[in-house]
């Protein structure tokens, strides 16, 4: 019985709050939308992939034991390609206007699946500039492992393209705003519990009781303004003594 009372007590709770909950909600989705769309820079994606294989002076044929190897060197591949050894030239190249560092943060290499292919991802403001950013890390790499590892066994399976209506990957206005519609309820009824806990004013017979630990025996009813003016006519209108009996 307890716990249906206090589910009662928590909808009431909920109920007369409603417009508060439903306000801070709202608020937050609009501010949500407007961020998305108005202050958060677009960033767009684009990625090439390179093929780890055998070195052209190996007699070519399928070697089991070469295709292990090559896919134990993609994991030290993938730290070559985001080092400034690979960078600073794909940064002088394409005469960007940041670090090695800066540009490592929006590069993400990733092995497809255990492959010999490996993805280069790049990130950037720009749609035709993480393009080209892609396709010259690919080009450098492959270039500059054969000095660095003695190696000749990298080439470029896809270069990156740019649509001509290029979508961007961050920010999501759609994801942002759901997300905001819940951080909103969750915040509008937590604040609605916080007031009414913090609201310590006596307002029913149950809060008196509670107060007070004393059963109620009567109350007086509040009689509307309407009500009074109602029955003050009727008075007026009455013949002079005569008496009104109400059951």
């Not at 940041?98 to 990130?123: F, M």
């Amino acid at each position: 019985m307890e716990e249906t009372i206090s589910l009662k007590e928590n909808y009431e709770i909920v109920k007369k709050r409603i417009w508060l909950i439903l306000s801070i909600t709202i608020i937050a989705a609009l501010i949500s939308a407007l961020v998305s769309l108005f202050v958060l820079t677009p960033i767009y994606q684009s990625s090439t992939q390179i093929l780890v294989n055998n070195s052209e002076s190996e007699i070519s044929g399928f070697d089991i034991n070469d295709i292990r190897t090559n896919t134990e060197l993609i994991s030290t591949y993938s730290v070559i390609i985001k080092s400034p050894a690979i960078l600073d030239i794909v940064i002088e190249e394409l005469e960007l206007n940041r670090s090695s560092g800066v540009l490592s943060s929006q590069i993400n290499v990733k092995p497809e699946n255990n492959s010999q292919v490996v993805s280069i991802i790049v990130q950037d403001a720009n749609p035709t500039l993480a393009a080209e950013i892609a396709n010259t890390i690919a080009r450098v790499f492959k270039t500059e492992i054969v000095a660095l590892m003695n190696v000749d066994n990298v080439s470029v399976l896809a270069e990156a393209t740019v649509s001509e209506k290029p979508s961007p990957i961050k920010p999501n206005p759609t994801l942002n705003i759901a997300i905001a519609i819940v951080v909103g309820l969750m915040s509008g009824v937590g604040l609605s519990f916080l007031l009414e806990y913090l609201d310590n004013t006596v307002k029913t017979e149950q809060d008196v009781e509670k107060l007070l630990e004393l059963p109620v025996l009567g109350s007086i009813s509040q009689i509307k303004e309407q009500e009074e003016n109602a029955f003050v006519s009727s008075q007026q209108n009455q013949p002079v003594g005569s008496v009104t009996i109400e059951s």
